[in-house]
């Protein structure tokens, strides 16, 4: 079965570089998010969205955007990077329907390292 | 506010032995649960799910769990664990009702190891 894609897999950038990481959704997949899992910790919930629309937003930094297209991948772009940004980022995507959202599964995340 | 507490941080059983982890959640109404389990620099996969009715869930590699409202759990048992269970596992809760595009909200997470 198709899994969600996340590109790249792996990702070094320098601080104050930018970075834009991708996000293909399972194929019928309406809903898109985004979490950012620092090490050691647990996956914290950066923003979602629901039709092209942002739907939710949880503790994304300012110097963070993201959006969805029309083909329902979407992106998350980050400026000013910070060596504290470097973490795995998941994607995640859910189904329509009333309990759809809830079905969120995951991408096998992008590794980034700011160095 | 939602939360999820899983109180060991890290747990070490030994192969063919039995496994619960637990999770207890903070949550007015009846929450959305879930168990992801997370390999090593691995994306998180989905265990199993409870929304509603049997409060016995099972899900996939053989786990299974089960929501007691009165205690606010949702504890993670499998009867006979594999060198290959080694892994991170995160309980989750997700609001209920129906909203687009809710977050869930994560644990902090049990690290399980397997001694041979």
């Known amino acids: 079965a198709a899994g969600v894609i996340q590109s790249p897999r792996h990702l070094i950038k320098e601080k104050r570089e930018t970075a834009t990481l991708k996000c293909y959704p399972i194929?019928?997949?309406?809903?898109v998010y985004w979490y950012q899992q620092g090490p050691g910790q647990d996956p914290q919930f950066l923003i979602s969205f629901y039709e092209k629309m942002q739907s939710d937003k949880g503790s994304i930094p300012d110097r963070f955007s993201a959006q969805q297209f029309s083909d329902y991948h979407s992106e998350l772009n980050m400026s000013s990077l910070e060596l504290g940004d470097s973490a795995l980022y998941f994607c995640a995507s859910s189904p329509p329907g009333p309990t759809g959202s809830y079905e969120q599964y995951f991408g096998p995340g992008t590794r980034l390292t700011v160095t | 506010a939602q939360s999820v507490t899983q109180p060991d941080i890290h747990i070490t059983v030994s192969e063919g032995a039995s496994l619960e982890l637990r999770c207890n959640y903070s949550y007015g109404a009846t929450p959305y649960l879930f168990w992801y389990v997370q390999s090593p620099g691995q994306g998180l996969q989905l265990l199993l799910k409870y929304f509603s009715g049997d409060t016995l869930v099972q899900g996939i590699k053989g786990f299974e769990a089960e929501f007691k409202r009165s205690q606010s759990s949702f504890n993670l048992r499998k009867p006979s664990v594999h060198w290959s269970d080694a892994a991170e596992y995160f309980c989750?809760?997700?609001?209920?009702?129906?909203?687009?595009?809710?977050?869930?909200?994560f644990g902090s997470g049990t690290r399980l190891s397997i001694r041979p």
């Open positions: 989750a809760v997700g609001p209920s009702g129906y909203s687009s595009a809710s977050k869930i909200i």
């Open positions: 194929p019928r997949h309406d809903t």
